[in-house]
């Protein structure tokens, strides 16, 4: 499908998934929250009655609540040691040697954690995401488009450009406390 998706001329189906991977390999670093190197530090989901967790994929299971913006600020909740846990993910070493690390770095941090509990193993998925990269990559060498360079810098990764002050202003302020009423009041 995706062979013809890129061979398409006019009036093409606009494939979300087609779209991501490819961008990851053209330029050289991850295009979407699954291949983030943290996604945790710019992901974050609060359900309908405050729970926080690391990734709208994680909301529900207890195991990963972070907290409750009823019970604490949402600063303290992100800066708790639990939140901090999760935006540290570590590589896994069979990753670190892999060929598309640079875009992928062990994948999608949620379905590592469904499938085996530990958010530092590898995305279920991983075999099948790496023959995915190695078939994007193999039918952009047939239009005689490289790979773009890795980048090394992964602090943005997935984000659009024009977020990137943003982020970089953020990390040098204070965390400003925004009072939320709680839900359940009233």
């Known amino acids: 499908m995706y062979d013809e998706w890129i061979d398409a001329k006019d009036g093409y189906v606009y494939g979300h998934d087609f ?3 490819t961008r990851a390999i053209l330029y050289g670093k991850a295009a979407d929250c699954i291949g983030m190197s943290n996604c945790a530090d710019f992901n974050l989901s609060v359900d309908p009655i405050g729970d926080v967790y690391p990734c709208a994929s994680l909301s529900g299971n207890p195991a990963a609540k972070l907290g409750n913006i009823g019970d604490a ?5 992100v800066n708790d040691e639990r939140s901090t846990t999760f935006r540290n993910r570590a590589v896994d070493p069979q990753c670190a040697e892999c060929k598309w690390q640079h875009v992928c770095h062990g994948g999608c ?5 469904k499938f085996t509990g530990n958010i530092n193993s590898r995305d279920f998925y991983c075999p099948g995401l790496f023959e995915i990269y190695e078939h994007v990559a193999g039918r952009l060498a ?25 982020k970089q202003t953020a990390t040098k302020e204070p965390p400003k406390v925004i009072p939320i009423h709680s839900i359940r009041e009233g």
């Open 19 to 21: 779209v991501v991977k």
């Open 142 to 166: 047939k239009h005689s488009i490289a790979p773009g360079t890795r980048n090394p810098w992964h602090m943005t990764d997935g984000l659009d450009p024009a977020l990137v002050p943003f």
């Open 109 to 113: 941090m949620s379905r590592a954690y």
């Open 73 to 77: 600020p949402l600063v303290d909740i």
